[in-house]
């Protein structure tokens, strides 16, 4: 079992994602906190209202799309304390397929293998405090 929540920073540039992300989010919501980026050029309205319906949205902020989807991450993590959280995992809403032809939807692929289930959850929580590494993500999507 989990000491601390997880820290969740998702970076919903594409709000027309909201319900997919508000789903994967839901189920294991009493695990993590979640700490939600939205694009300022966007209507977020209708993202925010649906986000609010959980109990764990530590924060909600506006920023501009820029960064390589880097930088909304790096700033979220300045008003977070690292004492509060053991792990962070920070997702986006990519919409870009992967491989050839655009025969993956490798968001759906990384965020089922990461979050999809309380069982995947924990399951790869085990396996980060097993290996002890820094980073952690889907072999066939990673370059050298």
């Avoid at 959980?54 to 902020?61: D, F, G, L």
């Avoid at 690292?82 to 025969?103: L, P, T």
Wanted: overall charge negative.
């Amino acid at each position: 079992m989990l000491d601390k929540k997880i820290a969740v920073l998702l970076w919903l540039y594409h709000n027309d994602l909201d319900k997919e992300f508000f789903d994967l989010l839901y189920s294991v919501q009493q695990y993590v906190d979640i700490h939600l980026a939205l694009c300022e050029d966007n209507e977020n309205s209708d993202t925010i209202n649906l986000f609010n319906r959980m109990n764990n949205i530590k924060q909600i902020t506006f920023m501009p799309n820029c960064g390589a989807d880097i930088l909304p991450f790096i700033n979220q993590l300045q008003s977070i304390s690292a004492d509060n959280y053991e792990y962070f995992f920070k997702i986006h809403s990519k919409k870009s397929f992967w491989g050839e032809n655009d025969v993956g939807d490798w968001r759906v692929m990384l965020l089922d293998n990461l979050i999809g289930s309380k069982k995947a959850l924990l399951d790869n929580i085990n396996y980060i405090n097993k290996t002890k590494k820094g980073m952690y993500g889907c072999n066939s999507l990673l370059y050298n």
